[in-house]
């Protein structure tokens, strides 16, 4: 069965520093893989999606993640944060059962980030 | 945006009352999906729709029915509302289960609060 973990309820940045979100999968066929943000009182946005056509995968805002298999991980990068990324992110997988699609999420990652 | 919203977007209400929660969308997408998202849960799946009349349970069900008697509008209904249904409760769409082109685009959300 697809699941994935997301290490670190929280982590906190200074601005301009590395941000550096971590995901890792399991699954019994190859994964597609989500990274999903969301601003305080706000419904999820996709930042980006791994659909096997490219190991590294960039996305709205900067960000990217990187597919690697051997390590199970899909990890969501930014090279220098700004405070307006100060939000929650998700990491998903995407689970294929009766018959259609579904999502399955990470219990995500809150980041800060001071000044 | 995508065209989706909510309603209500807050709501408190006794334990044992009937509760319903409407999401309705304006792009035609033929999948709709209900979650809940708790403190240390990320999103869960609660039913979803891949059309009119057409739904299924997801991985949180108990406790919940839902209905979608047009592409629009998607109804999620607590027959008896529990304190554990307290939660913030999303719905999402998509059009397609094609990787390349699937996309979940969620709405506002609704806090539901059971007292």
Known sequence: AQSVTQLGSHVSVSEGALVLLRCNYSSSVPPYLFWYVQYPNQGLQLLLKYTSAATLV??????????????????????SAHMSDAAEYFCAVRLFSGGYNKLIFGAGTRLAVHP | DAGITQSPRHKVTETGTPVTLRCHQTENHRYMYWYRQDPGHGLRLIHYSYGVKDTDKGEVSDGYSVSRSKTEDFLLTLESATSSQTSVYFCAISAEQDIRTDTQYFGPGTRLTVL
């Open chain 1, 58 to 79: 960039k996305g709205i805002n900067g960000f990217e993640a990187e597919f690697k298999k051997s390590e199970t991980s899909f990890h969501l990068t930014k090279p």
